[in-house]
């Protein structure tokens, strides 16, 4: 069974750093693109960030480009999120989000879901 | 930037009603598009891929039509399981996400 469990999130002041962890389970974690996907409280998804599977191409939304990074470790079967110069409005639960290939000219589709961790920050 | 707009933002039906979502693109995506329904406190689930393809362990109730710039996601007969956010999503491109249409109880 393809398990995503996601840790780190908390209480954050304004400005102030986190890092979030994934572990992924029940798949063949080197294989696969990952994402980091966020949902604001009573909002939509938003799309944050995407790892290659050999963590060799990022790409990150216009709203955190600068501040966020994503990184990977094939052997420990993790992914990571690091947060800096946080602002209100990155308060979201987060979500680690599985890569599918798409068998296309396009990019992996979201199969598989973490049950999330929420981030606010606020002083 | 492609942009995904869904409507309705709500959506009010009854238990055995056939019900329509629908997404638009802002170009064309192909077919690169999924559905997801969430539920309160959790994750999205993945439905339908490639605009038609169900995905596995997904009722046959659920369907999806279109390519290009316009799309739909059918519920032929609505079960109670049913009642939750829908959102579409493009991966032509990145990812972008509709809205979301919430279907509650009539």
């Known amino acids: 069974e393809v398990q995503l469990v996601e840790s780190g999130g908390g209480l954050v002041q304004p400005g102030g750093s986190l890092r979030l962890s994934c572990v992924g389970s029940?798949?063949?974690?080197?294989?696969?693109?990952m994402n980091w996907v966020r949902q604001a409280p009573g909002k939509g998804l938003e799309w944050v960030s995407y790892?290659?599977?050999?963590?060799?191409?990022?790409y990150y939304a216009d709203s955190v480009k600068g501040r966020f990074t994503i990184s990977r470790d094939n052997a420990k079967n993790s992914l990571y999120l690091q947060f800096n110069s946080l602002r209100a409005e990155d308060t979201a639960v987060y979500y680690c989000?599985?890569?599918?290939?798409?068998?296309?000219?396009?990019?992996?589709?979201?199969?598989?879901w973490g049950q999330g961790t929420l981030v606010t920050v606020s002083s | 930037d492609i942009q995904m707009t869904q409507s309705p933002s709500t959506l009010s039906a009854s238990v055995g009603d056939r019900v329509t979502i629908t997404c638009r693109a802002s170009?064309?995506?192909?077919?690169?598009l999924a559905w997801y329904q969430q539920k309160p406190g959790k994750a999205p689930k993945l439905l339908i891929y490639?605009?038609?393809s169900l995905e596995s362990g997904v009722p046959s109730r659920f369907s999806g039509s279109g390519s290009g710039t316009e799309f739909t996601l059918t519920i032929s007969s609505l079960q109670p399981d049913d009642f939750a956010t829908y959102y579409c999503?493009?991966?032509?491109?990145?990812?972008?996400f509709g809205q979301g249409t919430k279907v509650e109880i009539k």
């Open positions: 029940g798949f063949t974690f080197s294989t696969y693109e």
């Open positions: 490639k605009a038609s």
């Open positions: 989000v599985r890569g599918e290939y798409c068998g296309g000219n396009c990019f992996p589709y979201p199969d598989y």
């Open positions: 170009q064309s995506i192909s077919r690169w």
């Open positions: 999503q493009q991966y032509n491109n990145y990812w972008t």
């Open positions: 790892i290659s599977s050999s963590g060799e191409t990022k």
